[in-house]
């Protein structure tokens, strides 16, 4: 053989060469493995099969080891490992995550959480899951979650439909004054913020601990009487309710506070009979109305010119935000000193909300708060 049909020899050879190359090489590009034809699922390094959020998302190959935490009624329950994505059908506990430096791993909130700006301009990027009581089911299991937190005291009113398709439900209130501590550390513990969690905890409790020690030392004739009312006209906040608590913690007493239930609607004349010392509207972040307005309303009712309240002008409207929350220990303070200025002078409860929109959730302290 001589030199050029060496040359024409070798030259063949690379050619078949390269063309099994590119024939192997465009089978792995063109996908035609039998896993990825179409409508079969992606499949791991393992070769099992893995949903489409963790083909597209880097695999998650750091160890954990299991949570547990207390839900709001001290029910323990346990999770696999820390939540890296959660679903809020909660705004308050919505405002604890990102309170504490978790609002990355929300991604998904209920339908009333989307009206709260300070809450969506850090989350932008969630997904609304529908109405709180009846989430939808289907778009929950599209978002992929570890666990969804609802509210302890109002569960989700399909929660057996939500636990039967295998998703789990941790409850926890995050808005009543008596648990918001330890609500604090459940979600600190869960999403892994147990030192930011566990400052603000000894926050409320320390708060809570100062009230209740000077409410204390009141004699019981300086406990003034109180009609709460809650969101509906004539619609009285009773014995077991979030209001009652708050407003028993800041040394009231309430007029409706021997009821069996924790609201109780009250006729204008069973109100009028009662004489309280102070009137409290809370009123839905919801409602437009600006909070002279509803005082306004409040003291212009029919026979309300004969209530103590009224006729020294201790009438007063106020954010459900200060009443329900994270921030309802400050709502503790500014009712303590509407209803016992003598005994709170040096708490300020408008200095407190600054430092707590400067230190966990920016915003919180522009909207209206209490009037007068």
């Given amino acids: 053989m001589d030199k050029t049909e060496k040359i024409a020899v070798i030259l063949i050879l690379c050619c078949a060469a390269a063309g099994t190359a590119a024939l192997v090489m465009g089978m792995a590009w063109t996908g035609e493995h039998p896993s990825a034809l179409a409508g079969a699922p992606p499949v791991s390094a393992t070769g099992g099969a893995v949903s489409a959020l963790d083909a597209t998302a880097p695999a998650n190959t750091t160890s954990c080891a299991p949570v547990t935490i207390n839900q709001t009624d001290g029910t323990p329950i346990t999770l696999p490992c820390k939540a890296e994505r959660l679903i809020v059908a909660n705004s308050d506990a919505a405002e604890m995550l990102i309170a504490f430096g978790a609002a990355d791993k929300i991604v998904g909130v209920d339908e009333s959480t989307f009206s709260v700006p300070y809450i969506m301009n850090k989350i932008p990027n969630a997904t609304s899951i529908g109405n709180w009581e009846t ?131 009250v006729s204008p004349e069973w109100l009028v009979a009662q004489q309280p010392q102070y009137v409290m509207k809370v009123v839905a972040s919801s409602d437009n109305r600006k909070l002279t307005d509803v005082v306004a309303t409040l003291r212009a009712r029919t026979g309300w010119s004969t209530i103590p309240a009224v006729q020294q002008n201790h009438v007063n409207a106020f954010d459900s935000d200060l009443a329900y929350g994270p921030r309802a220990y400050i709502g503790l303070v500014y009712m303590a000193q509407i209803l016992h200025p003598n005994t709170f002078p040096d708490m300020n409860p408008r200095e407190m909300l600054d430092a707590y929109a400067g230190q966990y959730v920016n915003g919180t302290n522009v909207s209206r708060m209490m009037y007068p």
Avoid: W
């Fill in 135 to 265: 989430p939808n089911i289907e778009q929950i299991l599209a978002l992929h979650p570890d666990a969804v937190i609802s509210y302890s005291s109002y569960k989700p009113k399909n929660i057996d439909q939500i636990t039967a398709a295998n998703i789990t439900v941790i409850s926890l209130d995050c808005y009543q004054l008596s648990t918001l501590a330890s609500d604090a550390r459940a979600i600190g513990t869960l999403t892994g913020t147990s030192d930011t969690a566990d400052d603000y905890a000894q926050m409320v409790n320390g708060t809570i601990n100062q009230v209740n020690a000077r409410v204390k030392t009141l004699p019981a004739d300086e406990i003034p009487s109180v009609y709460f009312e809650g969101y509906t006209d004539y619609t009285a906040e009773s014995n077991g309710s979030g209001s009652n608590e708050l407003l028993v913690a800041a040394g009231g007493r309430n007029i409706a506070g021997n009821s069996s239930t924790s609201y109780m609607t």
